[in-house]
Every structure is written in C-alpha cells, then in structure tokens.
C-alpha cells in the first residue's frame, strides 16, 4: 500500500508483498517485509505515479485499487514481483495482469531471488 500525496492510498492490484506490521503490534512482520517496503519506497519516492484503475476501483478499507506505473514507464508491480519482493496475488476482478505477474514470479523463483530464496 502507498500513501499518496494527495492523501489517499493505493493498494497495488495482483500483488501481495510480505506483510509489514506497524511497532507494537501483536504480529511479526513476514520474512523481508522491511527488504520489501525499502525496495518500494526506493521506486516511488518524490516520483510522480499514474494508476491504471481496477475493476473494482476501491477496496472495503476504501483505497484505490489499481496497476501503478512511474513516468519513465516502470510497472510497480511488475518490479516488485521481479526482486522476488512480492508475489502475484488476483481476484476475480483483478486479474487483467495475472499472465504477466506470474511469468515474473516464476522467474524470480528460478532465479531464488528474494521470498524464493528461502529454503522450502
């Protein structure tokens, strides 16, 4: 999820990155949640993002859904998959992208980058 200038926040559709929970929560954060969250933070810090909306443009927590793209055309997801830093993750009404996430997730599970790099 991505805090947005304008306040409103995105959750980036098709993917899902290891769960980062806020200081003293209950929970621990997944493996490399804060490898993740860098990763993300290094893409779209000071960038201007363009959205390319869902089908379902809000979620139940009533953020934008949607595929996010950088100026110079970097699909955030696309990247975030690729580090091995997230893996695809769809929804009936999410899945226009699906073929192209789960070809880069296959290739960052050969390549044991990142999530895949862990031992089974």
């Not at 990155?17 to 933070?41: F, H, I, S, T």
């Not at 363009?50 to 443009?57: K, Q």
């Not at 934008?64 to 769809?90: C, N, P």
């Amino acid at each position: 999820t991505l805090m947005l200038a304008s306040g409103e926040k995105l959750r980036l559709s098709g993917i899902q990155a290891p769960k980062l929970y806020d200081p003293g929560a209950a929970l621990e954060n997944w493996p490399l949640a804060q490898e993740a969250q860098a990763r993300l933070a290094g893409l779209v810090l000071g960038q201007e993002i363009s959205l390319a909306p869902a089908a379902t443009p809000r979620d139940r927590h009533q953020r934008l859904i949607g595929q996010a793209y950088l100026s110079d055309g970097t699909w955030l997801q696309g990247a975030m998959v690729e580090a091995g830093l997230a893996r695809a993750y769809s929804f009936p009404d999410n899945r226009d992208c699906a073929g192209e996430l789960l070809k880069l997730e296959a290739k960052a599970r050969a390549d044991r980058l990142g999530i895949w790099a862990a031992p089974v």
